[in-house]
């Protein structure tokens, strides 16, 4: 069965930068693009954008552009955001999910809090 | 970027019928998904383009739509169902969520 397990809950400094990981397993990690996507606490749902393992080609949301990185470990079959320059507003839990027409399969979530 | 616009809450008794609604500020087609999310969980898939149930998800779930007017319909409302609803669009670039609908039971 397709699993997404994320990394652990991090704790970082404003200015600092964060990776977080999620390793697929269940299915072929490079013919599914993997998307990432931000919740604040009590706020919807932010799509940062995709990466398609297969070749590392990558799409952002421009308001994410310089915010967030996106790559994948074929050999390891994981996937990986990291985001940079934190502040406050990057405090939020972020999930990885697979599939275009509609996310059908979703990692537990990361929650990164940001703080000095 | 697309706004998708959800009304905040609904109060429904179980075994009512409740429908969702899912505003998009231009067209989307029919690339239109539905999201169940209950606290400290990620969100659940129960529709995808507009109208097609998800794998597992019991057939209570309904969607319709399509261009700018969606809806999700849950028939009958079972205590289960206290959650937040989330719709989807990714046909436009960014793509983008609506705010969401916390359904509560009476």
């Known amino acids: 069965q397709v699993q997404l397990q994320q990394s652990g809950a991090e704790l970082v400094k404003p200015g600092s930068s964060v990776k977080i990981s999620c390793k697929a397993s269940?299915?072929?990690?490079?013919?599914?693009?993997m998307h990432w996507i931000k919740q604040q606490p009590g706020n919807g749902l932010e799509w940062i954008g995709w990466?398609?393992?297969?070749?590392?080609?990558?799409k952002y949301n421009q308001k994410f552009n310089g915010k967030a990185t996106l790559t994948a470990d074929k050999s390891s079959s994981t996937a990986y955001m990291q985001l940079s320059s934190l502040t406050s507003e990057d405090s939020a839990v972020y999930f990885c999910?697979?599939?275009?027409?509609?996310?059908?399969?979703w990692g537990q979530g990361t929650l990164v809090t940001v703080s000095s | 970027d697309t706004v998708l616009t959800q009304s905040p809450a609904l109060a429904v008794s179980p075994g009512e019928r409740v429908s969702i609604s899912c505003r998009a500020s231009?067209?989307?087609?029919?690339?239109m998904h539905w999201y169940q999310q209950k606290p400290g969980q990620q969100p659940k898939l129960l529709i995808y383009k507009a109208s097609n149930l998800a794998s597992g998800v019991p057939a209570r779930f309904s969607g319709s739509g399509s261009g700018t007017d969606f809806t999700l319909t849950i028939d009958p409302v079972e205590a289960d169902d206290t959650a937040t609803y989330f719709c989807?669009?990714?046909?436009?670039?960014?793509?983008?969520f609506g705010g969401g609908t916390k359904l509560e039971l009476k």
């Open positions: 989807q669009q990714s046909w436009n670039d960014p793509w983008t």
């Open positions: 990466i398609y393992p297969g070749n590392g080609n990558t």
């Open positions: 231009e067209g989307v087609n029919s690339y």
């Open positions: 999910a697979r599939d275009r027409g509609g996310f059908a399969y």
């Open positions: 269940g299915y072929t990690f490079t013919s599914y693009d």
